[in-house]
């Protein structure tokens, strides 16, 4: 039976197979230029789909064509979950992206975990070394902050947002791009830090489309897993 995954993310659809237990193939369908009818064949016949998502409407649109298609469609949180222990309020409102995440960040180090994901949010979660989920913060991406900064100060708008960073920046365009990525960076090594005196021997997971642009301005060394949500999900189809 085939298998396909989807992450549905504020910004992209990905879209995974899956064939003994290993990603097959991969594909990022921006929402921008996502087209409704090509997404039934785009689950190249899979008979079961595994999810995940930070974007309501788009996921029950989505379980809707697949359910109507005949395709088993199953739920991180809501059909299926790990076996991981929530130790925060509401444990119900626990976004499906970082409980997988959380779990898989686990999973790779059998202990510990501090895992970043940096993509349209960032969110900085912290695991237990008894595999618990302690909590974490939710904050704007790279995108995210530079979209409100043109928004409220649209003379700052028409300039590059990635590209060369310099302290101090000698130009304007090159001054927001190294705000951005100092602000970004800095906020992150002070969550990890504070993180790191709940356990000092949690190792760092880190995941996302924007990750690598902000690693080098990073006093720490992670461990990069773009498909860190995938690969929890097939964790979990190969214990069910």
Not at 19 to 43: H, M, Q, Y
Not at 46 to 60: C, G, R, Y
Not at 99 to 110: F, K, P, R
């Amino acid at each position: 039976m085939g298998v396909a995954i989807l992450d549905i993310g504020n910004t992209n659809l990905k879209i995974y197979h899956i064939a003994k237990n290993k990603i097959t193939g991969r594909e990022i369908i921006s929402w921008k230029t996502f087209d409704v009818s090509s997404f039934i064949p785009r689950l190249e016949n899979a008979k079961k789909v595994i999810m995940t998502s930070v974007v309501p409407d788009k996921k029950n649109a989505l379980k809707q064509l697949m359910l109507d298609a005949k395709v088993e469609v199953q739920i991180v949180g809501e059909d299926i979950s790990p076996d991981i222990l929530i130790k925060i309020e509401n444990p119900e409102t626990l976004g499906s992206d970082r409980l997988i995440g959380a779990y898989e960040g686990y999973s790779m180090v059998q202990g510990a975990a501090i895992v970043i994901d940096l993509g349209t949010a960032l969110t900085i979660d912290f695991i237990s070394s008894g595999k618990e989920f302690m909590g974490g913060i939710i904050a704007p991406g790279l995108r995210a902050c530079a979209n409100s900064l043109v928004t409220n100060a649209p003379l700052l708008a028409g300039y590059q947002l990635f590209g060369e960073v310099n302290l101090p920046g000698k130009n304007t365009g090159q001054a927001i791009r190294s705000g951005l990525v100092y602000l970004i960076s800095g906020g992150i090594e002070k969550v990890v830090n504070e993180f790191k005196k709940l356990d000092p021997n949690a190792k760092i997971i880190a995941t996302g489309g924007d990750f690598e642009r902000i690693k080098d301005y990073l006093s720490f060394d992670a461990i990069f897993e773009p498909d860190l949500l995938a690969n929890g999900m097939i964790r979990l189809l190969k214990l069910k």
